[in-house]
Antibody, heavy 118, light 108 residues
Framework: QVQLQESGPGLVKPSETLSLTCAVS?????????WGWIRQPPGKGLEWIGS???????YYNPSLKSRVTISVDTSKNQFSLKLSSVTAADTAVYYC???????????WGQGTLVTVSS | SYELTQPPSVSVSPGQTARITCSGD??????AYWYQQKPGQAPVLVIY???ERPSGIPERFSGSSSGTTVTLTISGVQAEDEADYYC???????????FGGGTKLTVL
């Protein structure tokens, strides 16, 4: 069974960089698929942040592209998100998920709340 | 930027049929996906490739596509189906993932 688990600070100061990691178990990232980050501000809808392939190829939401970096560490079977220059608008539950291609996002982490506040 | 449009809310009585629509210009070219999200939980995929149902999803969930609109249909709605539902697809190039704004399904 594929499982994903997000980890990282729950509180980040404005203008700093948000950093999260998604640990994958039950499947080797090196075997394929894209792996993505999706966020959800409190009481609002889902927003795609970006995706990465095991080779390191990335796609980012154009509205966030200037601030986002997604990387992968196949040796640790995990991938990471960095979002720079955060503001209160970046406060959200951040999910990592496996993009199953035509099968959709079929595996999700439980999500982690990140609050941007001084 | 590309957008998918969903109604904010849909209400049905138990046992009735709920239909949730999602509109977008690229939907004739790109597959659509539907996710169910209950409070405090991660989204769950209920439909992929417009109309396919993942294993473990009840048969009362179905999907269809017509032109620039896709529809999630829940037949014989049960109280446990009350949730937010999100459609998801990609832009016309297939590069960027997009989610609809979500529809809150209320079971009266």
């Amino acid at each position: 069974q594929v499982q994903l688990q997000e980890s990282g600070p729950g509180l980040v100061k404005p203008s700093e960089t948000l950093s999260l990691t998604c640990a994958v178990s039950g499947y080797s990232i090196s075997s394929g698929y894209y792996w993505g980050w999706i966020r959800q501000p409190p009481g609002k809808g889902l927003e795609w942040i970006g995706s990465i392939y095991h080779s390191g190829s990335t796609y980012y939401n154009p509205s966030l592209k200037s601030r986002v970096t997604i990387s992968v560490d196949t040796s640790k079977n995990q991938f990471s998100l960095k979002l720079s220059s955060v503001t209160a608008a970046d406060t959200a539950v951040y999910y990592c998920a496996r993009d199953g291609g035509i099968r959709g996002y079929n595996y999700w982490g439980q999500g982690t709340l990140v609050t941007v506040s001084s | 930027s590309y957008e998918l449009t969903q109604p904010p809310s849909v209400s049905v009585s138990p046992g009735q049929t709920a239909r949730i629509t999602c509109s977008g210009d690229a939907l004739p070219k790109q597959y659509a996906y539907w996710y169910q999200q209950k409070p405090g939980q991660a989204p769950v995929l209920v439909i992929y490739k417009d109309s396919e149902r993942p294993s473990g999803i009840p048969e009362r969930f179905s999907g269809s596509s017509s032109g620039t609109t896709v529809t999630l249909t829940i037949s014989g709605v049960q109280a446990e189906d009350e949730a937010d539902y999100y459609c998801q697809s990609a832009d016309s190039s297939g590069t960027f993932v997009v989610f609809g704004g979500g529809t809150k399904l209320t079971v009266l």
